[in-house]
Structure formats: structure tokens, C-alpha cells
């Protein structure tokens, strides 16, 4: 599966820790996420991440168009709701790009936990079947 990443500046520390405790299932799956998040998920874990531009620059919308194109399986977006300034550009659009596409996404740390046991289980093998394969 291909897992996107992101975290708001606030909740970068938290998505440090969720792939830590995850780590094992993360290893299994193709990850992404915005620049920072993923430099930070990288150092911290040793995980693969391909990294886009960070949020403020695209980075979001990199990934939202990753989502409508299908080459991404499940977003996990720990957003600070308290502090709206922190709200990445297209977030809106990623999360839209999501329910149309059927791409499950996950923006607190509860629900992140129950997509990833999901994904462990192979509750979301379905989408792989007749997917297109696409060359890294």
C-alpha cells in the first residue's frame, strides 16, 4: 500500500511517535509525506519516505494529486484543529480528493491507529486489485 503522511507543525512530534510504534507495519508499505514531516518520520525511524515540498509549499496538493491519480492508498493528516493557522494549503481539496476517490484518511491519532491495524490486517487489500503498477 502506498501511505501518505502529514502532520501540522504541532503535531509533528505525535506522528514521530506513531511511526515508531508502527514501525514494523510501516515498513511493509510504501510511504510519503510532506518535507518536513518526512525528514523528521526518516531520521527518527530509518523508514524509506519519499518526501514532497513541505506543506505551506505544495506539498499538500502534490499528494492530493497522487489521491485522484490513485496512487495513494491511505492518508493519515494529524491536524491541530485548536490552531487553524497551522491548516496546510489544499488541505481541503486532499480531504475532498479523498472521499471522491474512496482513499481512507485518518486526521486524529485515534483514528490513525485504527486505519494501520486496519491495513495490517489486510482490511484494505481490495484496493490493489486491479490497480495499475506504477514504476518508482
Not at 514521530?16 to 511493509?28: D, E, H, S, T
Not at 505544495?58 to 487553524?84: K, M, T, Y
Request: glycine share 8%; aromatic share 4%.
Amino acid at each position: 500500500m502506498n501511505i501518505a503522511l502529514i502532520a501540522q507543525d504541532p503535531k509533528k512530534d505525535l506522528m514521530v511517535k506513531f511511526c515508531i510504534a508502527y514501525c514494523g507495519v510501516l515498513k511493509n508499505h510504501k510511504l510519503c509525506a510532506t518535507a518536513s514531516t518526512g525528514k523528521m518520520i526518516f531520521d527518527t525511524t530509518g523508514l524509506n519516505v519519499v518526501s514532497f515540498l513541505s506543506g505551506p509549499q505544495g506539498g499538500c496538493q502534490q499528494i492530493a494529486s497522487r489521491v485522484s491519480c490513485g496512487e495513494i492508498d491511505a492518508v493519515i493528516l494529524l491536524r491541530d484543529s485548536v490552531h487553524p493557522e497551522f491548516t496546510c494549503r489544499g488541505e481541503d481539496d486532499l480531504l475532498r480528493l479523498c472521499d471522491i476517490h474512496l482513499v481512507p484518511v485518518a486526521t486524529n491519532i485515534a483514528t490513525a491507529e485504527i486505519l494501520i491495524h486496519g491495513i495490517d490486517r489486510g482490511d484494505l487489500d481490495w484496493r490493489n486489485v486491479g490497480k495499475p503498477v506504477i514504476e518508482d
